[in-house]
């Protein structure tokens, strides 16, 4: 049976490929089964930035931009709105733009994140 990767199902999933993957990581001697630093690993947090925003990026040279690694999109997404919500100063009506189809957990996302 073809396993759906549109779901996160790793931790909640016990086929094959859940195995496999839990076997190559665990049995790999080069991989630091040690935490992450809070704002997670910099060479992934740099790259995406780099992907993003171009390896000639000017707000990247000009050290203006920060990168935050979370553990679940949902995560960084309500990371972000409470960020927004707080620090971004509005011109106009405050919007987020969801794509439609989007998970159920979207608007648990930006839940909270409302300026007191």
């Known amino acids: 049976m073809p396993e759906s990767f549109a779901i996160p199902r790793y931790l909640i999933g016990s086929g094959p490929i859940q195995h496999q993957a839990t076997e190559i990581l665990l049995n790999d001697p080069t991989v630091d089964h040690e935490y992450l630093p809070i704002t997670g690993l910099p060479e992934f947090t740099s790259a995406a930035a780099r992907l993003i925003l171009g390896n000639d990026s000017p707000a990247i040279a000009e050290k203006r931009v920060t990168s935050v690694q979370t553990i679940s999109g ?3 997404n309500h990371l972000a709105a409470l960020f927004l ?6 011109n106009g009506a405050k919007r987020a733009y969801v794509p439609d189809p989007t998970w159920g957990e979207s608007e648990f996302a930006s839940r909270g994140a409302k300026r007191p």
């Open 85 to 90: 919500t707080r620090f971004y100063a509005f």
């Open 74 to 76: 949902t995560g960084a």
